[in-house]
């Protein structure tokens, strides 16, 4: 059975930072594509940041602007989001979301398997 599983939300201050974590189980970790989404209220869910497993290469949006940073530990099959500099309008539902079948990029449709996701909540 395919799980993600995502942790390390919370609530911060402007200006602060969090590292969410998310563990992949039930597939392929290897040569799978995992990544992060938020979806804040009344908005749509966009992607953030998406890593190929099987090489470490990242993917981001332009928007992104250096603030987000993907990473994994493939020994624990889990990939990591650290968020600095984070801002108010950063508040949102933060999911992960994994693509076994190795395409990789920072867009939903190519995303089967999704988790459950963490709440971040950003303070000014």
């Known amino acids: 059975q395919v799980q993600v599983a995502e942790s390390g939300g919370g609530s911060v201050q402007a200006g602060g930072s969090l590292k969410l974590s998310c563990v992949g189980s039930?597939?392929?970790?290897?040569?799978?594509?995992m990544g992060w989404f938020r979806q804040a209220p009344g908005k749509e869910r966009e992607g953030l940041a998406a890593i190929y497993t099987g090489d470490g290469h990242p993917y981001y949006p332009n928007r992104v602007k250096g603030r987000f940073t993907i990473s994994q530990d493939p020994v624990k099959r889990t990939v990591f989001l650290q968020m600095d500099s984070l801002k108010p309008e950063d508040s949102a539902m933060y999911y992960c979301a994994a693509n076994p079948g190795g395409s990789c990029g920072v867009w939903e449709r190519l995303f089967d398997y999704w988790g459950q996701g963490t709440q971040v909540t950003v303070s000014s």
């Open positions: 039930g597939f392929d970790y290897i040569g799978t594509c």
